[in-house]
C-alpha cells in the first residue's frame, strides 16, 4: 500500500490545495529519479523521466480515481516515460532468469551437508549501507535484465506491495512474484560473492 | 526442479521443493499451510536457515537502497512548468 501521508498527499493535490503541490513534487521527485535512473541508466535521462513524469501527472491527476494506488499510478506513468525514451540500455541484454542457476551448491562436512556459501555474519548490520557495499547493490540491480530490474525496484528499493507493483508494470501478480523470486536469488548471489 | 503445489498437506522432502516459494514465504504469501509446512522443514535443514537468512539479509540490503541517488535541485522554470500544470488541471477540475 502507499504510505499514508503519499494518499493524503493525493486526496489535497485532488482537493486542489495549493500547498500540496511543492510537497507532491518533494516526496516522489526523488523516488522517480530513483527508479528512472536505475531504469536507463543514464542520469540526464533520469531527471528527464521525473520532469516528464510529473508534468504527466500534474496534467492529469483528476484521472487518479484511487488515492490509496497514487504510488501504483505515478510508476506507471515513470515506467512508460522510461519506455518512450527508447535509448538502449547501458545495461544487460533481455533475458530469463532461471532458477536452476541459483541453487546453490553442498558437499559433505562430517556427515553434515554444507552449503558453499560465504559467511553473511560479517555483513555489517547497520541502517546505512556503506559506500561499498551499495555499489555492489546497484551493479547488481543494474545487471539484471529489465524485466526483473524493474520488479525488484519497484518492490524492494520502493517498497511497493505486489498488487502496486503488478498495477505500475502492467503484468499479473504471478508474474511479479516470479521475477521479484528470481531477481531476489541473483542479488544474493552477487552479494555472496562479493562477501567470499 | 519438482515444487510441491501449495496446501497439498505432504511435506516437504528436500529442499529443492521449497526453492521456488522462498521470497513468497519471506512476504508472507503463501498459504498457512504452506508456511507451516516450510517452517517445519527450515526447522530440521541448517542449510535452509543458512540460505533463507542470507535471501532475507538480501531483501534487508534493498530496502535501505531507497537512499541513494539523489536529483538535483529542480530548477525554477521546470516547477513553475509544473505548477502551471497543476493550476490548469485544478481549475478545469473544480470549474
Not at chain 1, 527508479?35 to 535521462?45: A, I, Q, T, V
Request: glycine share 4%.
Amino acid at each position: 500500500m502507499s504510505d499514508i501521508r503519499e494518499v493524503e498527499l493525493a486526496r489535497d493535490l485532488l482537493a486542489g490545495k495549493e500547498e500540496a503541490f511543492d510537497r507532491f513534487v518533494e516526496t516522489f521527485r526523488s523516488k522517480i529519479f530513483r527508479y528512472s535512473f536505475m531504469m536507463c541508466g543514464h542520469r540526464e535521462d533520469a531527471e528527464e523521466v521525473s520532469q516528464e513524469t510529473l508534468l504527466k501527472v500534474f496534467e492529469s491527476f483528476d484521472q487518479l480515481r484511487e488515492p490509496e494506488r497514487v504510488k501504483a499510478w505515478v510508476f506507471r506513468i515513470a515506467k512508460n516515460a522510461c519506455l518512450m525514451k527508447r535509448r538502449k540500455s547501458v545495461f544487460a541484454p533481455s533475458q530469463e532468469l532461471s532458477l536452476d542457476q541459483f541453487l546453490p551448491a553442498s558437499d559433505q562436512d562430517g556427515g553434515h551437508r554444507k552449503l558453499q556459501i560465504a559467511d553473511w555474519s560479517e555483513l555489517p548490520d547497520t541502517q546505512v549501507l556503506r559506500a561499498e557495499l551499495r555499489d555492489v547493490l546497484s551493479r547488481a540491480i543494474a545487471g539484471l535484465p529489465e524485466i526483473y530490474r524493474g520488479v525488484i525496484l519497484l518492490r524492494d528499493v520502493e517498497e511497493l506491495s505486489t498488487e502496486e507493483t503488478a498495477a505500475a508494470l502492467d503484468v499479473s501478480l504471478e508474474v511479479v512474484k516470479t521475477r521479484l523470486h528470481r531477481a531476489r536469488l541473483a542479488i544474493r548471489q552477487e552479494l555472496d560473492e562479493y562477501l567470499r | 526442479m519438482s515444487v510441491m503445489e501449495p496446501e497439498t498437506g505432504k511435506p516437504f522432502q528436500d529442499c529443492k521443493e521449497l526453492f521456488a516459494l522462498l521470497s513468497e514465504y519471506l512476504d508472507e504469501e503463501l498459504p498457512p499451510g504452506t508456511c507451516e509446512q516450510i517452517r517445519a522443514h527450515i526447522a530440521g535443514c541448517p542449510p535452509c536457515v543458512e540460505f533463507v537468512n542470507s535471501l532475507r539479509r538480501s531483501v534487508d540490503l534493498l530496502h535501505k537502497l531507497r537512499t541513494g541517488e539523489a536529483p538535483g535541485p529542480l530548477p525554477e522554470a521546470a516547477r513553475d512548468e509544473l505548477r502551471r500544470a497543476f493550476r490548469r488541471n485544478r481549475e478545469g477540475f473544480h470549474a
